[in-house]
C-alpha cells in the first residue's frame, strides 16, 4: 500500500516541519514540501496534527508466560499500539522466567504472528531471575535477546554483577540493573521522608537505590561493561551516573515518565495506583531527574509498564503490589509534562524515538528519514482524550489516569506501513 500523509507537522531533526510524508510499502519512501497532484495511492490529510517517530518503549511487563490474567502479548503489544508506541521491549519477570533461548524465541515469533507493535527482548541476567548462576547469554543473544536484566529484583551479588558485565559485553549488549537494597528497602511503600511520616506509611530511603546505583557504576568502569540504570528515581542516584560517565565502562539510564509527573506529595489520597517500585521522589529529586533528562545525564524516558488485576490492586494501600500502567498514556502524559514544565515537546519525544533507536541499536527506527520504516504517529495536540474503561486495550486499570481527561488524541498509528486498527 502507499500513502501520502499530507499537511502535517513532521518532527525532522529535533524540529517540527510543514512537510508531506510518502510511503511505500513497510518504509518511508520521500519526504517533500510539495503536494502531488498525480499521487497513486491512499492520502491522509493531517492538517493541525503532529507527525511523530512511532514511539519505543524500552521497559515493559507484558506478563506472558505465567501471568497472562494480568496481562498477555495480545494485549500488552494493542495497548502499545494504542498509546503511540510502535516498539515495546519486554522485560523477563515471567512465570517461567525469560532465561532460555526458546523462551526467547516463542516470544519473538509469537509477536511475529500477532503482527502488532515490535517487540524485543530482554532476557533474565540470571538463572531463574535467582541471582546465583549466569544464564547462557551467548545463545540468549543469538535467539534475539537485546539484553539482560534480573528485574522486579536486583542482581544482589556484586560478584554474580561482575561476571555478568563482562560475559554481556561480549556481545555488545548491555546488564539492565533495578537497583534495590532490599536491606534498606524492607516493607517499605513510599519514599522515606517527610510525607512518608505525614501519611502514616512505612518508607523507602533514596538510598535504598543509590548505593546499588554506585556499585554497578564502579563494577562497569571495572569491567569495561555497559550497565543500563533501570527507573531512576533519586538525585543521588543522578549524581552518581553523572560522575560515572565518561570512563571506561559504558554508563546508560532510564527514567519513568510518572516519575516526571507525580511526586511523593500525591500519595494523599492512598490510591494503590500510585504504589510502584522505586516509588514516586520528592519534589527535590524530581527536579535533579528533569535536569538529568535535558542535559543528557539520563538518556531515555520508559513507562515500566506493570500491569495487575482489578482485585489485586483494589485493597489498602499497604498491601497492594507495586505497579502502574503507562504504555497507553505515555505519549499523552509527555505532552502534559511538556507544559506542566514549559519544557519542549520535541525535546522530550527524542527521549522515547530517536535516543532508545540509537543506545539499543535499532536500525531504520526513531526517525522520521527515508528509508527509515513508517512507524509514525499522528497526534492533535488541540483535542484531548478521556482514558474510560473503553479507552483502554491493556488487560490492566492500575493508573491514577482512569476517568480523567487529558490533553492531545493520537488519531492514527502506522506500524510498518500498515495502519493500525485497534
Not at 523462551?103 to 515490535?118: P, Q
Request: charged fraction near 25%.
Amino acid at each position: 500500500m502507499r500513502y501520502l500523509i499530507e499537511n502535517g507537522e513532521v518532527l525532522i531533526e529535533g524540529k517540527f516541519q510543514r512537510k508531506n510524508i510518502v510511503v511505500d510499502g513497510e518504509k518511508i519512501t520521500d519526504i517533500i514540501e510539495n503536494n502531488p497532484h498525480d499521487f497513486n495511492g491512499k492520502r491522509i490529510d493531517a492538517k493541525g496534527q503532529l507527525i511523530i517517530p512511532g514511539l519505543i518503549d524500552m521497559h515493559a511487563h507484558l506478563r506472558e508466560p505465567g501471568y497472562e490474567y494480568k496481562e498477555d502479548l495480545e494485549s500488552g503489544l494493542k495497548a502499545a499500539l494504542n498509546g503511540g508506541i510502535t516498539t515495546v521491549a519486554c522485560m523477563p519477570n515471567t512465570r517461567p522466567s525469560l532465561d532460555s533461548p526458546a523462551a526467547v524465541h516463542s516470544l519473538k515469533e509469537k509477536a511475529k504472528v500477532l503482527s502488532l507493535a515490535r517487540l524485543e527482548v530482554i532476557a533474565a541476567a540470571t538463572k531463574g531471575r535467582e541471582g546465583r548462576e549466569l544464564t547462557e547469554m551467548g545463545t540468549l543473544a543469538q535467539a534475539g535477546a537485546i539484553g539482560f536484566s534480573d528485574d522486579g529484583d536486583p542482581i544482589w551479588d556484586p560478584h554474580i554483577m561482575r561476571r555478568a558485565l563482562e560475559y554481556a559485553s561480549s556481545f555488545h549488549l548491555p546488564v539492565i540493573d533495578h537497583c534495590e537494597e532490599r536491606a534498606l528497602s524492607r516493607d517499605g511503600s513510599m519514599r522515606e521522608g517527610y510525607y512518608s511520616n505525614y501519611y502514616g506509611i512505612y518508607g523507602i530511603p533514596d538510598a535504598a537505590e543509590s548505593v546499588m546505583v554506585a556499585r554497578d557504576i564502579d563494577l562497569a568502569n571495572l569491567t569495561a561493561g555497559w550497565v543500563h540504570i533501570a527507573h531512576v528515581s533519586t538525585g543521588k542516584s543522578v549524581n552518581h551516573i553523572r560522575h560515572g560517565k565518561g570512563k571506561r565502562g559504558k554508563i546508560s539510564a532510564e527514567v519513568c515518565i510518572h516519575h516526571l509527573l507525580f511526586t511523593d506529595k500525591d500519595l494523599e489520597d492512598y490510591d494503590p495506583a500510585k504504589k510502584l517500585n522505586p516509588p514516586f521522589p520528592t519534589k527535590e529529586d524530581q527536579e535533579m531527574l528533569l535536569e538529568a533528562l535535558m542535559d543528557g545525564t539520563i538518556d531515555i524516558i520508559v513507562t515500566d509498564h506493570a500491569p495487575h488485576a482489578n482485585w489485586e490492586k483494589e485493597v489498602e494501600f499497604q498491601r497492594a503490589p507495586f505497579g502502574i500502567i503507562g504504555l497507553e498514556t505515555l505519549l499523552l502524559q509527555l505532552f502534559k509534562l511538556s507544559r506542566k514544565k514549559t519544557l519542549a515537546f520535541e525535546k522530550l519525544l527524542e527521549k522515547v524515538t530517536s535516543a532508545p533507536a540509537k543506545l539499543f541499536n535499532f536500525a531504520g527506527r526513531g526517525r522520521i528519514e527515508r528509508h527509515y520504516y513508517a512507524d509514525l504517529v499522528l497526534f492533535d495536540p488541540m483535542d484531548d482524550t478521556t482514558l474510560t474503561n473503553s479507552y483502554f486495550r491493556s488487560k490492566a486499570r492500575n493508573t491514577p489516569y482512569l476517568g480523567k481527561t487529558l490533553q492531545g488524541k493520537i488519531t492514527q498509528v502506522m506500524c510498518g506501513g500498515k495502519l493500525v486498527q485497534i
